[in-house]
C-alpha cells in the first residue's frame, strides 16, 4: 500500500480574493472518483490545501453516487475540511501527489512554492505526479533540481481554451492553462469539448477536464504498482 497525497485548493471563487465572484474550490468528482479507484486498490489517500485548514467545494452533484458516497462520509467530509498545510507533509511519506482540479486552483496552485517543492521531491524520488482538468495549475512553475520545468518535453493534458470559451471564463482566469504549459515546453494534448482525455508522460500523469478524472486514477494505478 502507497500514501497518495490529494492537493485541494484553498482559494473559494471563481476570481482573485475579495473578488464579486462566483464561488468555487476543488471539483467535487475530481476528488470523489480518483479517491474510489485509488482507495479500492489498497492505497491511503492524505489531503493538503495551500493554506490547509478548511476548503470549498464546486459541483456538487449529489446524483452521481460516488460524489454521494464521498460526501455524505463524515470522516471525509472533515478531512476536507481540515486539510493538511504544507508545512505539515513530508514528501517522503507519499508514492504520488495529485492535484484535483477546480476554477479556483488557477489563483492559488501556480505560486504556491512548498507544494512544488514537495511534488518535485516526490517525483525525483520516483513516485508519480498526476493533475486533473485545472489541477494542471500547479504544474506551471514546478521546476526540477536541474531548473527544467517538470512538464518540459512531457506530453499533457488539461482544461483547453475551447472548454473556457463554451464555460464562459475566458477572460475570466489568471491566464490560460493549456498555454502556459506550452510555454513551459509541454506539448498540450487536447481532446474535443469535455470528453475524457489522459495522457501519460514518464511519471506524469494529466487528464482534461472532469469525465478524465477517474481515468487519471486508473492510469496512476500500474505506475504505482512499479514502484
Request: hydrophobic share 40%; net charge negative.
Amino acid at each position: 500500500m502507497s500514501r497518495i497525497l490529494f492537493v485541494l485548493t484553498s482559494h473559494d471563487r471563481k476570481g482573485p480574493a475579495g473578488a464579486d465572484a462566483p464561488p468555487s474550490g476543488f471539483y467535487l468528482s475530481e476528488v470523489s472518483h480518483p479517491y474510489q479507484v485509488l482507495t479500492s486498490a489498497g492505497h491511503a489517500i492524505d489531503f493538503v490545501s495551500p493554506k490547509g485548514g478548511k476548503t470549498h467545494v464546486d459541483g456538487l452533484d449529489l446524483s452521481d453516487p460516488v460524489n454521494a458516497a464521498f460526501w455524505d462520509d463524515p470522516a471525509l467530509r472533515s478531512a476536507t475540511e481540515n486539510t493538511l498545510a504544507p508545512g505539515q507533509v513530508d514528501p517522503d511519506t507519499y508514492a504520488a501527489i495529485f492535484y484535483a482540479g477546480g476554477h479556483a486552483t488557477m489563483w492559488d496552485f501556480p505560486h504556491n512554492t512548498e507544494l512544488a517543492t514537495i511534488a518535485a521531491n516526490i517525483y525525483e524520488r520516483g513516485g508519480v505526479v498526476a493533475a486533473v482538468c485545472h489541477g494542471p495549475a500547479g504544474l506551471v512553475n514546478l521546476k526540477l533540481r536541474d531548473g527544467r520545468y517538470l512538464v518540459d518535453g512531457k506530453k499533457v493534458s488539461a482544461f483547453t481554451n475551447d472548454e473556457e470559451r463554451a464555460v464562459d471564463l475566458y477572460d475570466v482566469v489568471p491566464f490560460l492553462l493549456a498555454d502556459v504549459l506550452k510555454e513551459r515546453g509541454a506539448q498540450h494534448l487536447p481532446a474535443p469539448n469535455f470528453q475524457p482525455q489522459v495522457v501519460v508522460s514518464e511519471r506524469l500523469v494529466t487528464g482534461q477536464n472532469p469525465a478524465s478524472a477517474r481515468g487519471v486514477a486508473q492510469s496512476m494505478l500500474p505506475l504505482l504498482g512499479a514502484m
